[in-house]
């Protein structure tokens, strides 16, 4: 089922992409936010609104990938391990790490 | 075209810099939950005639606004933000040079879950003693433009 704002990530397609991808969570009042690590190195962070209808359009852009490898990660199609891997030929993630 | 929801918009005279046919632009400031964001962007009144009201239709896709007031931070310089209506009801708040984003039922709910999320990433980040590439280059950004803790 499609989100608002046109983006298909609702929140529980967020928070199935950061546990998939290990996050680290920190609650706040009125949001989530998911610190993406890895081999103990901070990576990345999105923001997860609470509340079953709301897009999170901008998870792809903070992750480095477009929305349709977000859902792929989302629908369980892609894994963490693939994703970091992309990240390391990307150039987002250091080869000595 | 979106067309945002109606904003507050202290409206007088002065603040009315150009008119072409309908559209005006306009330098306002909007204020959510007691606090005054400035903003520069060229607005486009939908309905001039209703300058004379407190509330106008604004008609554009964007909005450029400015954080000044964090609720656990003192700010050293404003923090650029940019307001995008995506959808009814939903609208996409993203310090663009930082890379952090929120979405809210409102510009207000976008900004207040956007404050919150970059006080997240501030308090994690400088607890940090390595941090990635992204996370040191917002680091360094939100180090730029945040301050002290304030006092409670």
């Known amino acids: 089922m499609g989100q608002k704002g046109g983006s298909k990530i609702g929140s529980r397609e967020a928070l199935v992409i950061a546990r998939k991808l290990d996050a680290s969570f920190v609650e706040k009042a009125r949001h989530t936010t998911a610190f993406i690590v890895f081999k103990g190195i901070e990576f990345a962070q999105f923001g997860i609104r609470r509340g079953s209808n709301v897009g999170h359009p901008y998870i792809p852009k903070q992750l480095h990938i477009s929305e349709t490898e977000a859902m792929a990660m989302a629908s369980c199609t892609t894994d963490g391990e693939t994703y970091f891997k992309k990240m390391k030929a990307k150039g987002h993630i250091p080869d000595d790490i | ?152």
């Open chain 2, 1 to 152: 075209m979106n067309y945002l929801q109606p904003i507050a918009i202290p409206l007088n005279a002065s603040a009315v810099v150009a008119v072409h046919g309908h559209s005006v632009v306009i330098p306002f400031d909007v204020r959510f939950s007691g606090q005054v964001y400035t903003s520069t962007s060229v607005i486009f009144l939908y309905d001039i005639n209703q300058l004379n009201t407190k509330f106008c239709m604004v008609r554009s896709d964007e909005i450029n606004l400015s954080i000044d007031r964090l609720a656990n931070y003192e700010i050293k310089k404003p923090i650029p933000v940019r307001i995008e209506c995506i959808d009814d009801n939903e609208f996409l708040a993203e310090v663009s040079d930082a890379n952090i984003a929120m979405t809210g039922n409102s510009i207000g709910d976008a900004l207040m879950m956007l404050k919150e999320n970059i006080e997240s990433i501030f308090e994690r980040y400088k607890s940090k003693e390595r941090l990635g590439m992204e996370p040191s280059r917002q680091l360094q950004f939100l180090e730029a433009h945040i301050g002290a803790e304030r006092r409670k």
